[in-house]
């Protein structure tokens, strides 16, 4: 089997605790020499900073690529390019340009009324800068504000021919919903990149939830095994299993790239990344 190449997902500390923790997570997996990692994006005010501290202080003192999260949510079109031009200033060249999930309690997306109107508009504005390797969402399941698959194919077909370079999948828990996805989005004449977003089950209850708000199904036999694993307290052995065959099964059909939701708790995504073989190779700076 070919050793798959990674890259990881945290997010923005909001205290003196979760800057820790965030630190401890980069350096679990830095040794295992990802391509980058990504930051999440906050909508609004001071969270946009949070990002953006985050970002600057892991590429600062990691030496590794970072790609900032961006988001059309709750600002101007100038305050978003000024955010992204922050980013670039800082290094920070690598972007996840995405439409932002509604806000305040909101059901549906609604733009700022001097904002971009979608991740198209966004992701053509940052194109234009010619300085950003920009990286978008896709959906193997249909996102909550589609209507199909193929909707989602059209949307990522979109937002690729308006100058992003890879697409990074939401997660799912069935290696088939991903194969199928990218057979349609070849099938679509897609030809960019596409990276499955992959979820080590830390918190099953956690993960059942937001599996309902993004529209990613759970197989009645994934969810009984976690439900079963939990009363057992065999939750993290099952996510380990469970997310180390998904992988190998994508890798062996021909999938490069893996993209882990790390949510700053390396430890299973660490596990699962050593039985795909992928080993230490690189260690992280000690922060000045």
Known sequence: MTTPAVSFEVFPPKSIDASFRLWDTAQALAPLDPRFFSVTYGAGGSAQDLTHDAAETLRRTSGLKVAA??????????????????????????????????????????????????????????????????????????????????????????????????????????????????????????????????LPVTNWKSARAFSAKCGAIIPDEVAQMFETALRDNRQDLLAIAHCTELCDTLVCEGVENLHFYTLNRPDLTRDVCHALGVTQTASIRNVA
């Open 69 to 198: 999260h961006l988001t059309c949510v709750g600002a101007s079109k100038a305050q978003v390019m000024k955010t992204a031009d922050r980013f670039a200033k800082a290094g920070i060249t690598d972007i996840v340009a995405l439409r932002g999930d509604p806000v305040d309690g909101a059901t549906t997306f609604s733009a700022h009324k001097d904002g971009f109107q979608n991740s198209c508009e966004l992701i053509s504005a940052l194109a234009a800068r010619g300085n950003f390797t920009i990286r978008v969402g896709a959906y193997p399941d249909v996102h909550p504000d589609a209507t199909s698959t193929q909707q989602n194919v059209d949307w990522l077909k979109a937002k690729i021919d308006a100058g992003a370079s890879e697409a990074l999948t939401q997660f799912f828990f069935e290696a088939e919903t991903f194969l199928r996805f990218r057979d349609a989005c070849a099938d679509a004449g897609i030809t960019a990149p596409i990276t499955p977003g992959i």
